[in-house]
């Protein structure tokens, strides 16, 4: 096997992983913040914008990996 090939089926697994990883931590932080907000209704402000910074951070992975799958898939 040469490394065209490998990249070939690496790239996309790995870009699967990374989105499922992804999805898995959006949903624990959604889920802690409907908890939290139902616990105490008068921090939703605050629990709404920390979860959305959060969310962020979490999304910018996966952007980044579809950046460097882009720049890999390139190389083919």
């Known amino acids: 096997m040469d490394y065209?090939?490998?990249l070939a089926l690496s790239l996309p697994l790995g870009l699967?992983?990374?989105a499922c990883g992804c999805a898995?931590?959006?949903g624990?932080?959604?889920a802690?913040?409907?908890d939290a907000t139902g616990?105490?209704?008068?921090?939703s402000t605050k629990i709404l914008i920390n979860m959305a910074t959060g969310c962020a951070f979490i999304e910018a992975l996966t952007i980044y990996v579809l950046?460097?799958?882009?720049?890999f898939l390139g190389k083919l």
């Open 67 to 71: 950046v460097v799958v882009f720049n």
């Open 16 to 18: 699967g992983l990374a």
């Open 39 to 43: 616990r105490q209704p008068e921090a």
């Open 4 to 6: 065209k090939s490998m």
């Open 24 to 26: 898995l931590g959006l």
């Open 28 to 30: 624990k932080a959604i």
């Open 32 to 34: 802690a913040a409907m």
